[in-house]
Structures are given as structure tokens and as C-alpha cells.
């Protein structure tokens, strides 16, 4: 039984071919693309205010420097939202409850951020190892628990989102597997639960959008503090 439930989040594969890379392109397929006429239409509108809304809040407090890096947040965040959103649909997989997918963006992007930071202010870089005001004799164990907090990032970073994605996909198979099987028994209470399932399952779209927003956020924050 227990096997059976974790059974969603292994990467399905068809004739010994994993199938992943089909799960991780299949969002850019659905993406509609902006047509050559002067006149969008309502979907072409609606996404490019949402991508224009969504890059004005998480630039706001960069310079300008950190404006270059608003492609890559924008196509991330609406990547990730896809993702979540269509593991979300019967009999899908969802690649970002696998924790190497999440640690492949996450490293790549904390690491870029941090090597920014070296590269043009290093002095302001490695400042944030060390509070200011600290007594001397703090100054070793300080730095190296800032340190261990900086590698932390990444990890945290990953962890967040697999953990979130996979707990609320967990939750609703058992919540689902105590419907059918109270169904038979107990028609009322079934029936309650399945309102319960279903109030989750508008929780869980939710959480597939903040967690997706709050990896690209976290992500600012991070190349906030080295431009």
C-alpha cells in the first residue's frame, strides 16, 4: 500500500526511455505564442500582463543591473506555475517533485548569483559572512555559521518546493483512497470527505503557484544582495 503511493512521483519511462524530458517540454508546447496581427487576443493579453505585473514586483527592489535578469525570472516562474499546475491533472507526472530537477535550477542560479557578487563588489560579498558590531572573539564561529547558511541556500531552496509539491500530492491520494474506500461503508461521510478533498485540491493549485513564486522570489532576493 505504502509503495503504491509514492508510485506518482517515479519518473515514468515507455519501452526503457525515460519520459521526463517529455514532462519538462510539454509546458513550452502550450504556451501561446503572439500572432502578427496589431490585436492580441484575450489569452495573448492576459499573459502578457501577467508576466508584465509579475516582473515589475520582483524587480522593484533590484537596481539596474538586476533588471537583466528579467527574461530568465519571468520564463522560470511561468515555467514552474505550468508544471505545478499540470501535475495537478489525473494521471500526469509532475517533474518538479523530483528533488535533482529542483536542485538543477536552484544551484545553477544561487551560484551565478554569488559569483556576481564576487566579481563586482566582493568586498560588500563577503561583508554579509561577518555582521557588523560583532565582538571579537565571535568573529570565527560568526563566519562560519554564515558561511554554512550561504551553501545552505540552494539546498533550502530545492527542498522547499519538492517538499511542498510532495506532501499536498500525498495528502490528496489518501484523502481520495479514504473516499472510495468509506464510499460503500459510509455514503455521508464519503461524501464529506470528498468536499474536504476538494476544498485541498483548491489549496494545492494554490500552493503550486506561491511555491513557484516564492522560488523565483527567494532567487531575487538572493541577487539583491550581490548587485
Known amino acids: 500500500m505504502m509503495t503504491s503511493f509514492f508510485d506518482q512521483f517515479a ?45 515589475n514586483q520582483l524587480l522593484l527592489p533590484l537596481n539596474v543591473g538586476g533588471h537583466k535578469w528579467a527574461l530568465l525570472f519571468a520564463s522560470l516562474m511561468v515555467f514552474l506555475i505550468t508544471i505545478n499546475m499540470l501535475g495537478l491533472l489525473p494521471y500526469t507526472f509532475t517533474p518538479t517533485t523530483q528533488l535533482s530537477l529542483n536542485m538543477g535550477f536552484a544551484v545553477p542560479l544561487w551560484l551565478a548569483t554569488v559569483i556576481i557578487g564576487m566579481r563586482n563588489q566582493p568586498t560588500v560579498a563577503l561583508g554579509h559572512l561577518l555582521p557588523e558590531g560583532t565582538p571579537i572573539p565571535l568573529i570565527p564561529v560568526l563566519i562560519i555559521i554564515e558561511t554554512i547558511s550561504l551553501f545552505i541556500r540552494p539546498l533550502a531552496l530545492g527542498v ?48 503550486a503557484m506561491i511555491q513557484a513564486y516564492v522560488f523565483v522570489l527567494l532567487l531575487s532576493l538572493y541577487l539583491q544582495e550581490n548587485v
Open 160 to 207: 522547499r518546493l519538492t517538499a511542498n509539491l510532495t506532501a499536498g500530492h500525498l495528502l490528496i491520494q489518501l484523502i481520495a483512497t479514504a473516499v472510495f474506500v468509506l464510499l460503500p461503508m459510509m455514503p455521508t461521510v464519503a461524501i464529506l470527505t470528498g468536499a474536504v478533498l476538494f476544498l485541498l485540491t483548491l489549496l494545492e493549485v494554490a500552493v
Open 11 to 55: 519518473s515514468p519511462s515507455f519501452l526503457g526511455i525515460p519520459l521526463i524530458a517529455v514532462a519538462i517540454a510539454l509546458p513550452w508546447i502550450l504556451f501561446p505564442t503572439p500572432p502578427s496581427r496589431w490585436l492580441n487576443n484575450r489569452l495573448i493579453t492576459l499573459q502578457t500582463w501577467f508576466i508584465n505585473r509579475f516582473t
